[in-house]
């Protein structure tokens, strides 16, 4: 990403979010942020929330709008009152689990959602903490795995179909949405294992969908980024059912912009030259500020 | 990238790898140890010695005697078996633990490691049977899985491997018509164990490994970093034709200049020398003399005696803070070396545990790196080598937290029920973690 902004010309300065970041930007007063942190403060909203206090521009959603994308279970709920669809769910703290007995809670669930599940932490990305359920049995260690990495957890019903994700790119012009990536991990299951091994996963561009289908899955793409009034850059990801119906599962508001990252691979396909989308990001956070 | 009808591959070669590079993928928790070296996250998870009580004064005077004297053979390759002239000085060094050998006998590797990664790139033919003590290091067992050897673990107690499991251990590979290749034994201060072999089962395992014709690897990077009395004398030292010694500058100098050596028998050692002449031609002349140099010209005993005030003073903070704020957690006293081994109330999950300690700033290795098997969730490693006494406090004081926590989730949901899955890749940090 600072390869693509530096060939058109802009100045960057790579910085880690370390204690010395907020006195470096105080002193420095750089024109543009671009947060690019996974987890937590970086996806949280919370250095977002700084920046605007220090009066700093940054790419990407606000504060609001990624502390809305990062909560799945919010962000679900606003995303199926937009009209689109999201896989039946419920969202159950530790609290839950000690104050009505973990079995009666386990059981209730896996009756009333049925099975396969998918138990996600309810905040967080990269597939960590994830599980996919295809026994009762299998259900109380997948909470647990879930519990380590939030006090809050995601239980889904498993929608088998496609998977696919949908960079949404806006400049200025209003959302669009890039052409949708068909990812296939080759062992069944996008983990971690599977984002993060190169060559363990087959990405179509386009994806193996009608054009309907696909029209449909741009739609609700760009449904969902209003939904949680997002700005400038997002993806969206969605599971494909047989009848050709998407199923949100979440949108990240800082997607992976590494050579390797669907995002790329988006742009790419579609003929973008990618380091001028990045710098036409540049330019609309930089409006952004103006019009603010 | 491009391949039609068969989408896009960010590894367009992902399928014409070896099956032994298989269990070479990402991994959620090598993922988790990339935040360890964050200056706030107390880590006690890595084995990174305290390079910074060297004097680097005397270090940069090797190095520019070196450049000033012999600059250009530093710059050159150099002989496959290693500089003469820093075997010799190897030779003092193991005098210190027992060992009589020629400078002939020695092998300079790049790092003890790649000495590990000869022997089994001698020894092992797939499904080959490998005995370990059980816990293992973790770095030894990735070599053998990767010469897709089979890492069979024998049991120990707190005097070490047992030797009696060791006799039924051989008895069931052979029944099983499994070939055993070699033992592996780190007999000081082991990895990830902290026990040491005691000298009545040193003698005692070697007997028996004669008694089956199986070879010994025994691997001896901490041997010289005791706390209060040496440990026995290498098992090298009462046998020369059944023993591969492995030995490092890693823990005692600086693992920087990555220098270890092999002793091996005779026949062992010429293959050897052959082998590592086509992994890498020759190990790093310069690096091997600024170790030669140094030896000759520092009272590098003193060095190590440095080394050992400063591990065992971290090894007492850590006994301390380990009684004030876990007392009722089981763990091993180490005389020596880098690590403690702890094992978890019953039910507690080590691996399943660790996202929650970086989230409290905290990091250690999860017990399950250790074993080939599968097992190892009751346990964790504690590094003590690297992080000062106030940080060893602070770290166990917030484990302490990670475990109360994990305690209360385990009365809320109960003990798993279900075998956990056989990890694919080994849940140990990368060499840089502290």
Redesign the interface.
């Known amino acids: 990403m600072a390869d693509g902004l530096s060939a058109h010309g802009l100045s960057v300065a790579i910085r880690d979010p370390?204690a010395s970041l907020l006195a470096y930007l105080g002193s420095e007063k750089p024109d543009v942020v671009w947060p690019v942190l996974h987890g937590a403060s970086g996806e949280d909203g919370a250095l977002r929330d700084l920046l605007d206090m220090l009066g700093v521009s940054y790419v990407g959603s606000t504060a609001d709008g990624t502390r809305l994308a990062w909560n799945k279970p919010v962000a679900k709920t606003l995303v199926n009152r937009s009209g689109v669809a999201t896989p039946a769910s419920i969202t159950l703290s530790?609290d839950a689990?000690?104050e009505l007995g973990?079995e009666s809670v386990l059981s209730t669930v896996a009756e009333s959602l049925g099975l396969p599940l998918v138990v996600k932490p309810a905040f967080g990305g990269?597939a960590?903490?994830v599980s996919w359920v295809h026994s009762t049995?299998?259900l109380?260690?997948a909470?647990?795995?879930a519990?380590?990495?939030a006090d809050s957890a995601l239980v889904e019903r498993q929608v088998l179909g496609v998977e696919v994700c949908v960079t949404i790119i806006d400049t200025g012009d209003g959302p669009r949405a890039i052409q949708a990536v068909?990812i296939?991990p080759l062992s069944g299951r996008y983990d971690?294992?599977a984002?993060?091994?190169?060559?363990?996963?087959?990405?179509?561009?386009p994806p193996r969908l009608g054009e309907t289908v696909q029209a449909t899955v741009h739609d609700h793409a760009v449904l969902a980024f209003h939904a949680l009034g997002l700005r400038h850059l997002a993806r969206i990801d969605f599971i494909v059912d047989s009848a050709g119906v998407p199923w949100f599962l979440e949108a990240s508001t800082m997607p992976g912009l590494t050579e390797?990252s669907s995002t790329v691979?988006a742009l790419d396909a579609a003929g973008y030259e990618v380091g001028g989308v990045y710098s036409a990001l540049v330019n609309s956070a930089l409006a952004s500020s103006a019009k603010s | 990238m491009m391949s039609p009808g068969s989408g896009i591959s960010l590894d367009p070669w992902f399928d014409n790898y070896a099956e032994r590079a298989s269990g070479l993928t990402a991994s959620e928790v090598r993922a988790l140890f990339a935040v360890a070296s964050r200056p706030e996250v107390v880590s006690l998870a890595g084995g990174m010695p305290f390079v910074s009580a060297l004097s680097f004064d005397k270090v940069s005077a090797s190095a520019q005697r070196v450049l000033t004297h012999h600059g250009a053979s530093a710059l050159q390759y150099g002989s496959g078996q290693g500089l003469p002239r820093l075997r010799e000085r190897i030779l003092d060094i193991m005098a210190l633990e027992g060992i009589r050998a020629s400078v002939d006998d020695i092998v300079v590797t790049t790092g003890s490691q790649q000495g590990l990664d000869l022997v089994a790139k001698l020894f092992i033919n797939p499904g080959d049977a490998i005995i370990a003590e059980s816990p293992s290091y973790v770095g030894a067992m990735g070599v053998f899985r990767s010469y897709q050897g089979s890492v069979e673990h024998v049991a120990m107690d707190e005097w070490g491997m047992i030797p009696h499991a060791l006799v039924e251990r051989i008895a069931s590979l052979r029944e099983a018509g499994t070939p055993i290749k070699f033992l592996y034994l780190i007999p000081n201060f082991q990895n990830p164990a902290g026990v040491t072999l005691s000298a009545n089962r040193r003698l005692e395992i070697l007997d028996i490994a004669k008694d089956n014709g199986i070879l010994i690897i025994e691997d001896n990077p901490y041997g010289l970093l005791w706390f209060d009395e040496p440990p026995p004398h290498a098992i090298r030292s009462a046998d020369d034709t059944g023993v591969i010694y492995l030995g490092s500058f890693s823990k005692t100098f600086a693992p920087g200049l990555r220098v270890g050596w092999v002793v091996a028998p005779h026949g062992i050692r010429e293959k050897l020398v052959l082998a590592s002449e086509t992994a890498i031609l020759s190990p790093s002349s310069f690096a091997q003399m600024i170790v030669a140099d140094y030896l000759e010209n520092n009272d590098w005993k003193g060095q190590i005696d440095i080394f050992r005030g400063i591990y065992q003073e971290r090894r007492d903070a850590m006994n301390i803070a380990l009684a004030t704020h876990l007392p009722t957690i089981a763990h091993t006293s180490p005389t020596g070396g880098f690590y403690m081994w702890l094992t978890l109330p019953k039910g507690l999950d080590s691996k399943e545990m660790l996202p929650r300690a970086i989230t409290e700033l905290v990091a250690y290795t999860p017990g399950t790196a250790f074993f080939a098997n599968g097992d190892g969730r009751a346990n964790l490693r504690l590094s003590f080598c690297y992080p000062t006494p106030e940080f060893i406090e602070e770290g166990i004081k917030r484990l302490a937290r990670v475990i109360t926590e994990e305690i209360e989730l385990l009365e809320t949901f109960g003990p798993s029920t279900s075998a956990a899955p056989l990890a694919r890749t080994l849940d140990a940090p990368p060499p840089e973690v502290n």
């Open positions: 370390d530790r689990f000690r973990a990269s960590q903490g049995d299998e109380r260690g909470m647990v795995h519990f380590t990495y068909e296939e971690f294992e984002r993060y091994t190169a060559g363990a996963t087959r990405f179509y561009t390797t691979l």
